[in-house]
């Protein structure tokens, strides 16, 4: 078990690239398992989260070998349709390998996703979804089974634009007998990315990014070589820590139009941004203002930069109200940050926050992943030391965290708790 220490660091300053999506990387794995020959991914994050993606793939039987940020999987000889419990109940993306592994195998037995601390996550859509297109499902002892003998293409409507499940309709329904129409469908660019990557290997998706995408079933699929996107999450991390600290950095390989939501936000609180290409240039100088936010479906706040923005509200001038729409648990942060100085107070899907001019350092748990990115970003400007512990939940989700914001001047240490 490691913890960071991190102690106020000054403005932050230079340059870092951002790494690849996780949250694109660990579908395309998974439909990786769809392809009959070597497939090569490139610009996959090293987290353990993508690491543990690979081991139930190559516990299908598919062989998986990594070089640096490069994948090469071969799927053409599964020989197993169970994912073991031990690795499918660490990790929720891995509910992913469902779509791929019943148009390709016919069936799939995965364990229940367990419990997650920002809400309990059913799988429901996912499942009625399957449903709809023939499938039977059967839980029991902590494990779903899927089969199907026929899948079949199918109108389905889903009540909330769900990410994972609109992912694993699209890669089930490419192996499907019949077209497959999703309605409701998730816009998030990690679904484009999913949609492009299976379209390289034949597939005929079309509409990814629209809120109705219509698959083609049965198309036959041929390996491809495919880089995934930068980490739109990872490069607004970034920038709210050079908004925190008063800072002027540069973040390379990102998708500038991925982060409309969150530069309009950033700007709005008075932050400096421009972009160019696949470069985006941050400035910040205090004092910056109040806002308020409300997490949505892509193209709207993303939720999972609402932890992030409630460190930089905490140190903003006057009163901002965060509206969490998406997960119904998701301000274990709020207690923490409190610990660190800040005024926030909770109520159901809403806080408030009032700005104080500054934080003290304490010794604050990462709860999940962003929130401990959160913890890790407001310690850079709380006067004193902070210790951030659990910090195995930040390098799920964040390639060579402390490295780069030591790059870019953070006094960040790792160490053996
Ligand atoms: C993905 C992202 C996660 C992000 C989230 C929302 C990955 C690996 N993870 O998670 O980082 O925070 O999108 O942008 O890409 N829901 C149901 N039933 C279902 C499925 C979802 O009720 O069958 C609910 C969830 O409980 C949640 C909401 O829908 O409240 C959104 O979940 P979803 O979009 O599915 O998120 P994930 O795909 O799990």
Known sequence: MFKYIIEQSGHLSGEIDISGSKNAALPIIAASLLADGDV????????????????????FGAKVTAEKNTLYINSSNLKNYIAPYDLSSK???????MGPMLARCGKVRISLPGGCPIGTRPVDLHLKAFAQMGAEILTGHGYIDVSSKKLTGAKIHLDFPSVGATENIMMAAVGANGTT???????????????????????????????????????PLS???????PDRIEAGTFMVAAAITGGKITLNNVIPNHLSPVIAKLTELGVKISAKNTTINITANSPLHCADVKTMPHPGFPTDMQALMMSLLSVCDGTSVICETIFE????????????????KTDGRCAIINGRPYLTGACVKATDLRAG???SIAAL???????????YHIERGYELFDEKLIKLGAKILKVKR
């Open 40 to 59: 090569v991914l490139k610009n996959i994050p090293c987290l353990s989260d993508t690491t543990l993606m690979c081991d139930i793939l190559k516990c």
């Open 91 to 97: 990790i929720r993306g891995s509910f992913l390998v």
């Open 181 to 219: 129409y999703i309605g409701n469908a998730s816009q998030e660019p990690e679904i484009v990315d999913l949609a492009n990557f299976l379209n390289k290997s034949g597939a005929k998706i079309y509409g990814a990014g629209t809120d109705e995408i219509k698959i083609v079933g049965r198309t």
């Open 223 to 229: 390996p491809c070589e495919y880089s995934v996107i």
């Open 329 to 344: 648990n998701r301000f274990m942060h709020a207690p923490e940050l409190v610990r660190m100085g800040a005024s926030i």
């Open 373 to 375: 990115a959160a913890l």
């Open 381 to 391: 400007c709380a006067k004193g030391k902070s210790e951030i512990s659990d910090i």
